[in-house]
Every structure is written in C-alpha cells, then in structure tokens.
C-alpha cells in the first residue's frame, strides 16, 4: 500500500536555528498538508498545499514558517528560528481528492533544546 | 467555526468486551466526519469516514460509527475488542462546502483506548 514518508523520524535542534522538515507524498496525490501535535494536546492543521500555492493556513503557521514543493517528489516544511515552543510532532499527509480523508505520514519529532 | 469534542480522554476496557468511543462537533453546515488511529510511535491511519448516504459506516479493523445528525455526534463502537486495538483515537471533521474547501480536518483532542486482558 502506498505510504507517505516523512525524514527524519526525530530532530534535535538548539533555539534559533533552522530545520527542514521532509515529506514524500503518494505520488498520484495533489493536495498536501503539514498538521502538528503538542505532546499532549490535540492534532492541529498547519497548512493546506495545491495546485503549487498554500490554499489555507491556519493563526500557527506565520512567517517563520514555510512549505515548498521543490521537485515532483518531495514536500518540506521549514521552520526558521525555532522556538522551545515548536517542540512537537509534525505529520505531513497527502490526498487525492480534499474530502475524502488523506494518508499520513509517520512524523518526524522536533525537539528544540 | 467548527470543533470537535472527544468526552472521554481515556477508555479502559477487558479483551472482547465491547468499547464506544464518544465523539460530538459542532458545526453550522453539514460535515464530513472521520476518524483515525494512531498506534504508538505511529502516523494517523484512517479508520472510517462518513461523507453522506447512511448513517452506519463501516471501517477497517472490526470498528463502526454511527452519524446522528440530530445529535451532532459520530461515536465509535466495536462489539469486541483484542489487545491490539490499544491506541489512541482521535475524532475528526472537514468542512466540504468552505469558501476553500482545502480539506483541512478539526480534530478532537483523542481518546486513549487501553485494551487489559
């Protein structure tokens, strides 16, 4: 069955630094999301991608935050001078249709120290 | 705006006996309505979704759901539950007539399933 991969599985970074989170989609998706989770808390969304633009956003994703499609493969989300607070779990998931329910990847658990 | 609320945030149960899962949103519009499993050190995997026709879906792994619309509500039953259903389970909704129809989901904040032999 066709996955979404996600590396690396675990990031450790010092505060203030940049990270690069990655993402391979199924590769006959178009939509593409990042979400979160907060040790603890709730899965939020992050940010919507298709069509090679973000089609929404939520109030969490502001400008330290970016997503791009760099080739026809991978999906990453970067997270410029990270924050204590970005310690998390971010999934990224892909879908071929926007309502139909998408596949997520893994995650990859950020820590910052 | 849309939200969903998990009542219960922990669900211990015996081996075969049978387990409900509570889920109500709240929501101005009708909604699609999902649910997904996380296995330790996991991704989301989908179990079920509701998107319209009957109000009874079936989803992977033995579960069902039940939309009640009058109720706001999409809980979650198996008649018989196995050590390996032990996970967390989280509630989900998507809004399929927004302005941007992104398919962004609201999720619940989860229910941890704790399956004792």
């Known amino acids: 069955e066709p996955e979404v991969t996600q590396t690396p599985s675990h990031q450790v970074t010092q505060m203030g630094q940049e990270v690069i989170l990655r993402c391979v989609p199924i590769?006959?998706?178009?939509?593409f999301y990042w979400y979160r989770q907060i040790l603890g808390q709730k899965v939020e969304f992050l940010v919507s991608?298709?069509?090679?633009?973000?089609?929404?956003k939520s109030e969490i994703f502001d400008d330290q935050f970016s997503v791009e499609r760099p080739d026809g493969s991978n999906f990453t989300l970067k997270i410029r001078s990270t924050k204590l607070e970005d310690s998390a779990m971010y999934f990224c998931?892909?879908?071929?249709?926007?309502?139909?329910?998408?596949?997520f990847g893994s995650g990859t658990r950020l820590t910052v120290v | 705006a849309q939200s969903v609320t998990q009542l219960d945030s922990q669900v211990p149960v015996f081996e075969e006996a049978p387990v409900e899962l509570r889920c109500n949103y709240s929501?101005?519009?009708?909604?699609?309505l999902f649910w997904y499993v996380q296995y330790p050190n996991q991704g989301l995997q989908l179990l079920l979704k509701?998107?319209?026709?009957?109000?009874l879906v079936k989803g992977i792994n033995g579960f069902e759901a039940e939309f009640n619309k009058s109720q706001t509500s999409f809980h979650l039953r198996k008649p018989s539950v196995h050590i390996s259903d032990t996970a967390e389970y989280f509630c989900?909704?998507?809004?399929?007539?927004?302005?941007?129809?992104?398919?962004?989901?609201?999720f619940g904040q989860g229910t941890t399933l704790q399956v004792k032999p």
């Open positions: 998931a892909s879908s071929q249709d926007s309502n139909y329910g998408y596949t």
């Open positions: 590769s006959n998706h178009l939509y």
């Open positions: 991608f298709y069509n090679n633009e973000i089609s929404e």
């Open positions: 929501s101005s519009v009708s909604v699609y």
């Open positions: 509701y998107l319209s026709g009957s109000t």
């Open positions: 989900a909704v998507s809004d399929p007539h927004g302005s941007s129809n992104t398919g962004k989901l609201i």
